[in-house]
């Protein structure tokens, strides 16, 4: 199902360019993607790039690196401790060569759960410990090409977004609010770090017993404006796409007497609203796809009893390779687009998951290779060694 023009006017889709560019290259292999759609189009790459992931033990993570292809054993990199049940906190992406994440330590008191936000280069294995009050149940947001992090810190009631220079380790706080307990509606709410926009503001977003806000710091300035509303209920999954001019999100729709969740998608340039809706479907982690206009939806549609992940543009719309039973969730997508880690899930909705796997798909070859069947696993992202 195609996204409407006119709500979606800041996109542009590139699959001629792409074409083009393969011709001059490649010549004759043009002959096999005349027939294609839009699950062939990605951005050539002669890296080898490697999927980083964490799997979880009771009393620590083990960090793994696996290339496509089936003939391709997934790597132990490094074991994390940690405090008992509670895994680690992936920031989504590597930068630099290395992965962020917050870790609670292992002797930690029970009442307190501050975590530790940690960087470790996967070339050389050296771990950096930046600061020791984050937010375990928040991810930390790359900022500025990986030269800084944005994470959440909470004083009692008090919560704070801060940044933090990787190499001179100063501190900013950009925002400070208090917020009440459950028991005072008035003032309950929270603060979530997602990310950077275009001209370098830091956008966060903030839940109230109102709704869910997206405002966003002016990081010359100081000043936070309210951007849009982006939901009367809960808002989740934001995800900003490649230009970080569209902001996409999931909202909770009601959907016969239960809570399904729907994709939005807010034009940060031109102010507009899409949210692309269906009744028979339910909708998972929205991602946008690097390089290109697309966005990818994990969804099942009841009526087609399918799982698969969709792909939309502003004009077309396509399926990657169906799952054999339950659903299709994207996690993570290679910087070239060939490649995306996913979830699948046995189950057969959002209330009823059943147990998950983490595989990867390869667009080009419609392959779905098993890393790791059953088991509790977070993505990091995906590593080039560059």
Known sequence: MPLNRS????????????????????????????????????????????????VFHEQFDEIYLSSPGKTNQPRLLTQIDRFTSH????????????????????????????????????????????????????????????????????????????????KSRIKTIVFSESFGTPDDDNRFGGIYPVGQDASNNILFAKLTTSGTDILVVSRISGHTLKLFRASNEFARDFS???DKTQLSYLVAVDNFERINYQTAIYDLSHENLLTYTSDSREQFSPRWIPNTDLLSIGQIDAKKQSGAIILLSETSSATLPPPAQGFDVPISWSASGR????????????????TS?????????????LLESESEATVFGWWSND
């Open 7 to 54: 709500f979606y006017n800041k996109l542009h889709s590139k699959p001629l360019v792409i074409l083009l560019f393969l011709i001059a290259l490649f010549g004759i292999l043009i002959l096999l993607l005349i027939g294609s759609n839009l699950k062939n189009v990605f951005v050539p790459s002669n890296k080898n790039p490697s999927l980083v992931y964490a």
């Open 87 to 166: 895994s680690v906190t992936p920031a989504n992406g590597v930068f630099k060569n290395k992965i962020a994440y917050i870790a609670i330590p292992t002797k930690s008191k029970e009442t307190t759960k501050l975590g530790t936000l940690w960087t470790i280069n996967l070339s050389t294995g050296h771990r950096t410990a930046l600061a020791t009050d984050a937010d375990p149940r928040n991810p930390p947001q790359w900022l500025d090409n990986g030269e800084t992090l944005l994470y959440k810190r909470i004083k009692i009631n008090q919560q704070e977004l801060i940044t933090i220079d990787l």
């Open 240 to 242: 900003l796409s490649p």
């Open 339 to 354: 490649f995306v880690s996913i979830k699948n899930y046995s189950g057969i909705s959002g209330l009823y998951p059943g």
């Open 357 to 369: 796997s983490l595989l990867i798909i390869d667009r080009s070859l419609e392959t779905r290779t």
